[in-house]
């Protein structure tokens, strides 16, 4: 499920100006919605910018720190796949280097492909999800965090077409690199962590 929005915004953003018309499309029709989105969009994208996403793994961190019993389980992994997901989207940019859309309400620095908000924030959410879901919560409320954590990311990244700054396929693409990395990140970590763990046990 996570390659399919990966080679899909990939194959569209690759395939030349053949889909531009159709990109443009998408962004016209979420216009619509302008001026009265303007002011909720303006924030959710603020929300999801490099500084809202290290504001909000920077508060992980303390209060783990704080609770020490959840530093190695929930702030240590959640900071590490913030950090991953930003190198790999910093380095893809770099070597694709796609042009921001000429259709672009709001200046934006850095490349296009793919999307920085819809990646960092998806990889944020979905490795805060995967913690949390590890910790004893009831069911209603695991629920209520799936939905919230995967629509959040979702819809910055829709706030980036809104604006013009992304292509409809830099999202996507972004949202699927996103999750990937949180969950590719995830699996290491804990993997490293356990064994470290069943190590230090068998010492003592």
Request: hydrophobic share 50%; net charge positive.
């Given at each position: ?15 030349g ?59 240590l ?37 793919p ?75 804990f ?14």
């Amino acid at each position: 499920m996570l390659v399919i929005p990966i080679a899909l915004g990939s194959f569209i953003a690759f395939s030349g100006d053949k889909f531009y018309e159709l990109e443009k499309a998408i962004f016209n029709a979420v216009r619509m919605l302008a001026p009265f989105a303007d002011i909720p969009s303006r924030a959710i994208t603020e929300l999801g910018s490099a500084v809202g996403v290290i504001s909000v793994t920077a508060i992980i961190l303390i209060a783990t720190i704080i609770k020490k019993e959840y530093f190695f389980t929930f702030g240590l992994p959640v900071a590490a796949t913030s950090i991953v997901s930003r190198i790999i989207n910093i380095t893809i940019k770099n070597l694709i280097d796609r042009e921001r859309p000429d259709f672009k309400v709001l200046q934006a620095s850095e490349s296009s492909f793919p999307s920085g908000h819809a990646q960092n924030n998806m990889a944020l959410y979905i490795s805060i999800l995967l913690v949390a879901l590890l910790i004893d919560i009831a069911p209603k409320w695991r629920c209520t965090l799936k939905i919230s954590f995967i629509a959040l990311p979702i819809i910055i990244g829709i706030t980036r077409i809104y604006f013009g700054v992304h292509y409809v396929s830099d999202v996507l693409a972004g949202l699927g690199i996103g999750a990937l990395v949180a969950v590719v990140t995830h699996y290491i970590y804990f993997k490293i962590y356990y064994n470290l763990k069943e190590k230090s046990n068998a010492k003592t």
